[in-house]
Every structure is written in C-alpha cells, then in structure tokens.
C-alpha cells in the first residue's frame, strides 16, 4: 500500500486563492518531499522537509512537518493559473541504506481557475 | 543539461508484442529508477539500480518485465510479451545517489504505452 496518502484527491480554487494539501503516512520517516506533475509531464521536485523541521518555505511554498501525527502540509500562496497540476508528496523511511527509496502518495490534483 | 531523457514518448503496440523502453539519465547521477503510472494504482516502483547495478526489483510485476542497465548512461526496460494491463505512463527517474537520504530524484518525460 502506498507510504503516503494526499488529501483531498482534488482542490479547485480561484486565482489568487491559497491552496493548502495534505499528507499522511504511516512509518517513521527520514524526509518527506513534495513533487509537482503537470499534465503530460515528469514528476519536478519542489521541496523537502527533514523529520527533524518543522517547517520550510521555498517562495510561495510552504511545507510543514508534524512527526507526531505522521502528517505533513503543503501551502501554496497567492496561487496562479501555471500552479494547476497534480502535487504528490513522497516519503523516505529512516532505513538509510541503500535500500531506502522515495514512496509516493497517489496524488493532489489542484486545479486553478483564471 | 538536457535533463532524463526517454524514448519513445508515445508507443502503441498489440497485445504478445515485445516493448522496449529506453532512457539516458542526468549525466553524472549514479541512480536510475523506473515507474509506472495508472490512474488505479498510481505511480509504481518497478526497479532501481545504483552505479548500474539493480538494487530492488521488487516491484517487477512479474516475469515479463525486465530491465537492464549496461552502462551508466543508459537502461531499458522490457516487456516481453505485452498485455492489455501494461498500458500505462513508465517514467524513468535519475539522482545524484540513490542511498543518501536527501537524494531528490529528476524524471523524464515519460512514455505512454497502449497495448491493444
């Protein structure tokens, strides 16, 4: 089963509007990063937040951390029209060999309306 | 750099075909990793391999996928024979080294097979 769940399965928001996205998953955890698809398109990495933050901004990013609730949340302010993709959140557990590997959630689909 | 680059984008083929898939990772990435993406059970690790060597294949679906890496520009996968239930988006991905914990991973642009 998936490491990672999103939720919800998909947002719509006006422009301009915040758009807030969660993620929960079930084992301890070294990282936990988000990844954004547009539609046709590779997954493109945007942010990763260590299990020891809390919290961390990349321009109009924000993701936050709960380790306790094995949860984590990705902000995106002022959204525009070019921000409607789909936003996946991927784990990585705190085996650190060489068989730790990413985890991926099934997925935000976030549409922006002009 | 050009980025990881998979050929081709788009291949549809009939069902008993064999279906090769190829991709050139970032230069200098010691990691490659392969997916596969449905709507059912989105996306899928099928294989990955560090310096050129398959780490976990645990994700092969079964025994008629195989994927190679011969060198560290370049991997295939293969599906031999095809069925209707591989059609599905395959992404291959490249880090710069796939055991350190904060390793991001750069993916390619896909392809998208149809198998009738």
Known sequence: ????????QALSIQEGE??????????????????????????????????????????????????SKK???????ASRAADTASYFCATRSMNTGANSKLTFGKGITLSVRP | DAGVIQSPRHEVTEMG?????????????????????TMMRGLELLIYFNNNVPIDDSGMPEDR???????ASFSTLKIQPSEPRDSAVYF?????????PTDTQYFGPGTRLTVL
């Open chain 2, 17 to 37: 075909q064999e279906v090769t898939l190829r991709c050139k990772p970032i230069s200098g990435h010691n990691s490659l990793f392969w997916y596969r993406q």
């Open chain 2, 92 to 100: 291959c991905a490249s880090s710069l080294s796939g055991g350190a």
């Open chain 1, 71 to 77: 949860s984590s949340s990705l902000l995106i302010t």
């Open chain 1, 18 to 67: 915040n758009a807030t996205m969660n993620c929960s998953y079930k084992t301890s955890i070294n990282n936990l990063q988000w990844y954004r698809q547009n539609s046709g398109r590779g997954l493109v990495h945007l942010i990763l937040i260590r299990s020891n933050e809390r919290e961390k901004h990349s321009g109009r990013l924000r993701v936050t951390l709960d380790t």
């Open chain 1, 1 to 8: 089963s998936q490491q990672g769940e999103e939720d919800p």
């Open chain 2, 65 to 71: 996928f195989s994927a190679k890496m011969p060198n």
